[in-house]
């Protein structure tokens, strides 16, 4: 289950004692933190059995050994917009893309960076290729993602 870290923030300042905490790691057992972007992108593959890694790899149309090194965790920290579209093909959200690109080092999704506010467009949107993502980006006088 998704938890918004200032729910959680709320409810850990109304605990007090060890029995308060306990109760809280026991509700809140779900709680998954990655160490890796490795680990974050396997599991959630784990949790997509739908998604083929060619086909997301064709249509990000990352050099295909640059994305596995990402996808096997030799690549930790990747460059922010191959990342993005690499999630984007891989059928992530919004949110699971922002936690990716936190996990790797990089900064998140900023809407007042155009590139970064077409690239929300382009999630919101359904967008699934990186020829989409760069014909928006074209088309709106923005620079393609190589």
């Known amino acids: 289950m998704n ?48 998604v083929d890694i060619s086909s997301v790899i064709k249509r990000s149309n990352i050099d295909r050994c640059y994305a596995y090194q990402i996808l096997n965790g030799r690549k930790n920290h990747p460059g922010k917009y191959k990342l993005a579209v690499l999630c984007i093909c891989m059928g992530m959200n919004l949110k699971d893309i922002q936690r990716a690109l936190t ?5 998140v999704l900023y809407p007042k960076i155009p590139v970064d506010a077409a690239l929300i467009v382009c999630i919101n949107s359904g967008y699934n290729s990186a020829l989409q993502i760069n014909e928006f980006l074209c088309s709106n006088g923005l620079e393609p993602i190589e």
């Open 103 to 107: 996990i790797s080092g990089s900064s």
């Open 3 to 50: 938890y918004r870290t200032t729910d959680l923030m709320n409810e850990l300042k109304n605990i007090s004692g060890e029995n308060g905490f306990k109760d809280f790691t026991e509700k809140h057992n779900d709680i998954t933190t990655y160490d890796s972007l490795n680990d974050y992108l396997n599991d959630y593959l784990k949790l997509h059995p739908d």
